[in-house]
Nanobody
Framework: QVQLVESGGGLVQAGGSLRLSCAASGSIRSINAMRWYRQAPGQQRELVAA???????NYADSVKGRFTISRDNAKNTVYLQMNSLKPEDTAVYYC???????????????WGQGTQVTVSS
C-alpha cells in the first residue's frame, strides 16, 4: 500500500560526503515524522535524525554538525546529507515514516529496505 525506497548509499573515504534519499509512494494522505536509522553489524538499530512535518529536526549526538536531514513534502521524500564521514558511520541506513494512508485517520509506520553506507579509513 505504501512503499519507502532509499537510494544514495555507497563506499566513501573518511572525510567524504554522501546524500541519502528516501521516497514514499502509494496511497498516502499525509506524512508526519520522517526518520533515518542505522544499524551496524552486531549492534542495535539507532535513530540518526528525525524531521517533523513542520520541519522541526533532531539528531543523535554522534552526527550533530555533520549530518543534515531535510524533506520535500511535495515529493514525499526525505534526505540525509552526510558530511565529514567517519568509519564508525558505516552501517545500513533505513528510513522510516509515519504515514496517514488515504481514506484513513490512522498513522502507520513504514520502513524502507535499507541502503549500505561504508566509510573506509
Amino acid at each position: 500500500q505504501v512503499q519507502l525506497v532509499e537510494s544514495g548509499g555507497g563506499l566513501v573515504q573518511a572525510g567524504g560526503s554522501l546524500r541519502l534519499s528516501c521516497a514514499a509512494s502509494g496511497s498516502i494522505r499525509s506524512i508526519n515524522a520522517m526518520r533515518w536509522y542505522r544499524q551496524a553489524p552486531g549492534q542495535q538499530r539507532e535513530l540518526v535524525a528525525a524531521i517533523g512535518s513542520g520541519g522541526y529536526t533532531n539528531y543523535a549526538d554522534s552526527v550533530k554538525g555533520r549530518f543534515t536531514i531535510s524533506r520535500d513534502n511535495a515529493k514525499n521524500t526525505v534526505y540525509l546529507q552526510m558530511n565529514s564521514l567517519k568509519p564508525e558511520d558505516t552501517a545500513v541506513y533505513y528510513c522510516n515514516a509515519g504515514v496517514v494512508v488515504a481514506l484513513s485517520r490512522h498513522e502507520y509506520l513504514y520502513w524502507g529496505q535499507g541502503t549500505q553506507v561504508t566509510v573506509s579509513s
